[in-house]
C-alpha cells in the first residue's frame, strides 16, 4: 500500500523526502498540477504532489481535482493524507492549530466534481455521510501525539470557492451552519477521493482567524508567519505517521 501527500498552501514541498524519482502523468481529465514526485520520508514510501503547482500559481478554483485523484490512484496510492491551509472560526481553532477534521460542508460553485458523468450504464452515488476515513484519521491522531504536535480533533471544514477571501456576514453564515474552518480545496477533492476508493483524510493549519474575528482584518503577512510555524508542525506530524501497512502505536 502507498501513502500520498498532497501539499497545499506552504507545503509545495516536503522537506526531508528522498526523492527517487518525478513523473509526469497523462489523465483523461488533463494535467494534474505538478509532476509527482516519489521518495521516501521518515522511514516510509510516499507520493508527493502539490495542489498549486509547485511554483504555488494554480488558484483553488482552477485546480484540477480530477486529473490530481485519478493520477495519485492510477500511481497505487491507497491513502490520502491532504494538507491544507485553513481560517479559523471560534476557539479552539485559532491560528497555527493543526486540526484533523471529520465533516465538510461545500459551498463551492462550478467545479468539475465528479468522475461520474459522462458514458455511464448507470448513474453512481457514493456514501459521503463521513467525508474523511476514520482509520487514516487516526493515524493521524496517534502520528500527532507521538510529535509532541498540539491538534484538534474533529470540526467541520467549509470549503468557499475562492480565491478571494470570505465575508464577516460569510463567516458569521458559516458559523450558524456548523463550520469551524473555513478553506477552499476541500471540496471536491474529498468527494473525488471517495469515487476513486483511496483512504482520504484532512490535516488542517489554521492560518488566520476567520474574517470579522473581533473586528480584524486579515493580514496577510501574519497568515504567512502563521503557516509557517504550523507547516513545521504538519512535517513532525507527518514524520511520525505509520504506513498504513503498518500497526498504529
Known amino acids: 500500500m502507498s501513502v500520498a501527500i498532497i501539499g497545499g498552501t506552504g507545503l509545495t514541498s516536503l522537506e526531508g523526502l528522498e526523492i527517487t524519482r518525478r513523473e509526469v502523468v497523462r489523465t483523461p481529465y488533463g494535467e494534474p498540477s505538478s509532476p509527482l514526485i516519489h521518495g521516501c520520508f521518515r522511514g516510509y514510501d510516499v507520493i508527493f504532489l502539490a495542489r498549486h503547482g509547485y511554483g504555488h500559481n494554480i488558484p483553488p478554483h482552477k485546480v484540477n481535482y480530477r486529473a490530481n485523484i ?5 500511481l497505487g496510492a491507497t491513502h490520502v493524507v491532504a494538507v491544507a491551509a485553513v481560517g479559523g472560526i471560534g476557539e479552539p481553532y485559532g491560528p497555527r492549530r493543526i486540526v484533523i477534521p471529520d465533516q465538510i460542508i461545500d459551498y463551492t460553485h462550478s467545479r468539475r466534481c465528479t468522475f461520474f458523468e459522462q458514458d455511464l450504464s448507470h448513474v453512481t452515488h457514493i456514501d459521503f455521510t463521513y467525508p474523511y476515513d476514520a482509520g487514516l484519521r487516526d493515524r493521524l491522531k496517534a502520528a500527532a501525539e507521538k510529535a509532541g504536535v498540539d491538534f484538534v480533533d474533529g470540526g467541520t471544514y467549509g470549503a468557499t470557492q475562492g480565491p478571494r477571501l470570505e465575508t464577516a456576514a460569510e ?28 483512504a482520504y483524510a484532512h490535516c488542517a493549519v489554521v492560518a488566520n482567524w476567520a474574517a470579522g474575528h473581533c473586528g480584524q482584518i486579515v493580514s496577510m503577512d501574519e497568515i504567512k508567519e502563521h503557516l509557517y510555524y504550523g507547516m513545521e508542525s504538519v512535517r513532525q506530524l507527518l514524520g511520525r505517521l505509520p504506513a498504513p501497512d503498518r500497526a498504529v502505536p
Open 70 to 74: 485519478w493520477a495519485l490512484r492510477h
Open 171 to 198: 463567516i458569521e453564515r458559516m458559523r450558524r451552519d456548523g463550520c469551524h474552518l473555513v478553506g477552499m480545496t476541500g471540496m471536491p477533492e474529498a468527494a473525488l477521493a471517495r469515487e476513486a476508493e483511496l
